[in-house]
């Protein structure tokens, strides 16, 4: 037995015989307390300072396994860096962030999904060309990875109406990712992300809408915008806009250059009837537009495929 073992063993039976202070009549307790606590210390104290000692003289342990001596410096390969968000979520936050600020909350929204949420619960007639419009990926079980944030509409709209039942109107934002399956360029990637917001009340109007998403641009690229609307055409609203803000000057764009950036409209009387509200009495617009083209209008990035690139350049410059 080296010496620190002794000592611990000592410590035990200290423990041991401290612990039978019961058994001893009651004026004599006292006594043996103190004498007991003074003896744990010194056998502390000297444990302590075995340790110590062996500290002292331990020899550096051998990693046999190490490529090369401990304080060599490791080569470029071996460095570890620290990591760090992706941009596109640390704007995806800032997006939710401005809406929060605004009242809204916020749903996420989902990686697959069915066809009554994707289309038909947003009134996209049965056999309706419309359907092709998303370029949908189908797996072999036929569901679908969403080809849109709207494919939430229904779930939000179904959770949030016992809202208008007290009065108050349903706010929320659906952040999400989506899938198309495009020819990718420059412009069009087949994984992006958008951000849909619904909001129905009694009494809202386009004017709201339109309200909201001014608000919403000028908070996030920090400036007063010039914004136009132009007629759309969604099957889920009526009528349906698409939204274009003027290119700030700040931001490399010239007088007139006008760039779409989502599309919205009034949410279609039969989307609100298939999710239990009635659109005799509630009125709602909802809105949906693409995160990536956001972000890089705000960077004057132009290439959309560096962000599920993995390159690591693209992303140091963040
Ligand atoms: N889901 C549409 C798209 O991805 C965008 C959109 C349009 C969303 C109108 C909406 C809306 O909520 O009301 O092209």
Redesign the pocket.
């Known amino acids: 037995m080296d010496v620190l073992e002794k000592l611990k063993a000592k410590l035990k039976d200290i423990n041991v015989r401290a612990g039978k202070i019961r058994e001893l009549p009651v004026d004599e307790r006292a006594e043996f307390g103190k004498k007991i606590n003074a003896e744990r210390e010194a056998v502390l104290a000297e444990i302590a300072d075995a340790e110590r000692k062996m500290l002292d003289t331990e020899v550096e342990p051998i990693d046999v396994t190490a490529w090369s001596g401990v304080n060599e410096k490791l080569p470029e390969f071996y460095s570890v860096e620290m990591g760090s968000k992706h941009p596109l979520m640390t704007e995806l936050d800032r997006v939710v962030d401005i809406y929060q600020m605004m009242g809204f909350d916020v749903v996420e929204s989902r990686q697959l999904d069915d066809e009554y949420h994707m289309f038909d619960s947003l009134n996209f007639a049965k056999e309706h060309p419309a359907r092709d419009g998303y370029d949908t990926f189908r797996t072999e079980e036929g569901l679908i990875p969403p080809?849109?944030?709207?494919t939430m509409?229904h779930r939000v709209l179904k959770a949030y109406k016992s809202r208008l039942d007290e009065g108050k109107a349903i706010a929320v934002v659906v952040p999400g990712r989506v899938f198309r399956n495009e020819d990718v360029d420059a412009t069009h990637e087949h994984t992006f992300y958008?951000c849909?917001?619904v909001y129905v009340s009694e009494t809202c109007t386009m004017g709201d809408m339109l309200g909201i998403l001014r608000e919403f641009f000028e908070k996030y690229y920090e400036q007063k915008l010039n914004i136009r609307t132009q007629p759309g055409y969604?099957p889920?609203?009526e009528p349906?806009l698409e939204f274009l803000i003027e290119k700030p000057k700040t931001l490399g764009g010239k007088k007139g250059d006008f760039l779409e950036m989502?599309?919205?409209?009034m949410?279609h009387p039969n989307v609100l009837k298939m999710a239990g509200i009635d659109p005799t009495k509630y009125h709602g617009f909802?809105?949906?537009?693409g995160i990536d083209r956001l972000v890089m209008l705000r960077y004057g990035l132009n290439d959309v495929r560096d962000f599920e690139s993995g390159n690591l350049n693209f992303l140091r410059e963040f």
């Open positions: 080809a849109h944030t709207s509409q958008q849909e917001g969604f889920f609203t349906s989502l599309g919205c409209g949410i909802a809105w949906g537009g």
